[in-house]
């Protein structure tokens, strides 16, 4: 049973962690090989990060709302604020960078 104080608790946790935004595509060569990556962060990180992965063939609403033009795209939100992003295959160790 959900009790509210939990809820709030859980909705303001969300809201305060730091986000992993993961624009990708089935069709994406590069989002695929970005694949494993995400995934060993988000293991690395777990209850520290939270990753959403977002198709934008299914999403593009979402891809719009934050001007994705080019996948993959990695945007980091921090207290609900971007604080950084980037595109295109990038390294584990600069994500993991950008996460801290």
Not at 15 to 41: N, R, S, Y
Not at 56 to 74: C, H, L, N, R
Request: proline share 4%.
């Amino acid at each position: 049973m959900l009790h509210v104080d939990n809820f709030r608790k859980d909705l303001l946790l969300s809201i305060l962690m730091i986000k992993l935004l993961d624009f990708w595509a089935v069709w994406c060569g590069p989002c695929k090989i970005m694949e494993p990556v995400i995934e060993e962060i988000e293991k690395e990180l777990s209850g520290k990060v939270e990753i959403e992965k977002i198709n934008v063939d299914e999403k593009p609403a979402k891809a719009s709302e934050f001007g994705v033009m080019s996948i993959p795209t990695y945007i980091i939100l921090k207290d609900g604020q971007e604080v950084a992003r980037r595109i295109g295959v990038t390294s584990k160790a600069e994500l993991l960078k950008l996460l801290q």
